[in-house]
């Protein structure tokens, strides 16, 4: 029995059909294309992170978030009320996200942690209960779920406050307390991913929030970073890889100075900010990490579909290199038809050609 590879197929004309469409983030955003592909666009875009070797350009809408009620009830909160450590969350329709208010936290000291909160058990949690709410996606795509706020200093801000988590992760008097309770929070992540890999096995990757910058630069020193936060990380994304997917971090801020730690970390891709320097970032590590280029941020008109068509050559050109794959990030630029057709044909050949 002859076994055709799919991937070395030639590029075919009959692939730019389109054959559906894909929603954005938000409602009101326009469908990006489906179009006729020889293989999935899970198995192409999962291939950036198994082998670096995608059949074609991988963007972020080849990737679905999907919610489990259960983590984003005890401990991201999706509507007004209080998470399982008794942080009370607004949230906000505009941003489509929850706030905790400062002003009674917690703990002010992280040696006192202990005596303020306790870990929960998330084993009593009815996991079971969401399967038929959360139902069967389209495994089309490359599927992921969310841990918005994470287990790292994003979680220690809504505990401790901004001021005295800043001041935590500067007195070394409290270092030792610190990394007990961000790795006690990482132990409840990765129990929470036990549940979540055994109820819903096509989930193909975790995304983690811990935002570590502001505008201008990291919150703290790269040895707080490896001290207290990288073991931890590590044990967590080690766990994610044990189980045969894919680590993404959401890390707000001015942080490039630290992508060296997210590497050892095993984090495998970075939904960054642009005021990082995403061109340096792929040339010196992007063989390391999968880099996702905001393409809106490249010096094209993608309203214009003669650019936009540039747009697309440059990007493949510079940013698809054998062994660097990256994922394509640009709301505008993927609402482009012409983009949209000329990346995935332009990409194809060049794939096909590194082979």
């Not at 139902?135 to 200093?153: E, K, Q």
Request: glycine letters at 8%; charged letters at 25%.
């Amino acid at each position: 029995m002859t076994v055709v590879n799919k991937r070395k197929t030639p590029f075919q004309e009959s692939e730019l059909t389109v054959i559906g469409g894909k929603s954005g983030l938000f409602p009101t955003s326009p469908k990006t294309p489906i179009f006729n592909t020889p293989i999935s666009i899970r198995e192409n875009a999962l291939s950036v992170f198994k082998d670096k070797k995608p059949m074609f350009a991988v963007t972020t809408n080849d990737f679905t978030n999907i919610n489990i009620p259960q983590f984003n009830n005890h401990l991201a909160r999706g509507r007004d009320a209080d998470d399982v450590f008794g942080i009370h969350w607004t949230f906000v329709p505009e941003v489509g996200g929850s706030i905790s208010h400062g002003g009674n936290p917690k703990f002010e000291d992280a040696n006192d942690w202990k005596d303020a909160i306790t870990m929960p058990n998330v084993d009593e949690w009815d996991w079971a209960g969401d399967v038929e709410t959360v139902g069967i996606p389209d495994t089309r795509f490359a599927l992921n779920t969310t841990f918005v706020n994470g287990f790292g200093f994003e979680r220690l801000i809504s505990l401790m406050d901004f001021m005295n988590a800043a001041i935590a992760v500067a007195d070394e008097d409290q270092y030792d307390a610190m990394y007990d309770l961000v790795g006690q929070l990482y132990d409840v992540g990765i129990a929470c991913c036990k549940k979540i890999f055994e109820l819903y096995p096509f989930i193909d990757g975790i995304t983690f929030h811990d935002d570590w910058g502001s505008q201008k630069a990291p919150f703290f020193s790269d040895e707080v970073a490896r001290t207290i936060f990288l073991p931890h990380m590590k044990r967590f994304c080690d766990f994610i890889h044990a189980n045969g997917r894919y680590t993404e971090i959401h890390s707000c801020g001015h942080t490039e100075s630290r992508v060296d730690v997210f590497i050892e970390a095993g984090i495998d891709t970075w939904q960054m900010q642009i005021l990082n320097d995403f061109d340096m970032l792929y040339k010196t590590v992007g063989d390391k990490m999968v880099i996702q280029i905001p393409v809106d941020e490249l010096p094209f008109d993608f309203t214009d579909d003669e650019q936009a068509r540039a747009g697309a050559r440059y990007y493949v050109d510079h940013y698809c290199l054998p062994g660097k794959p990256s994922i394509v990030s640009g709301r505008g630029a993927c609402q482009s038809m012409a983009f949209m057709k000329e990346l995935y044909e332009y990409s194809r050949k060049h794939y096909l050609a590194q082979d």
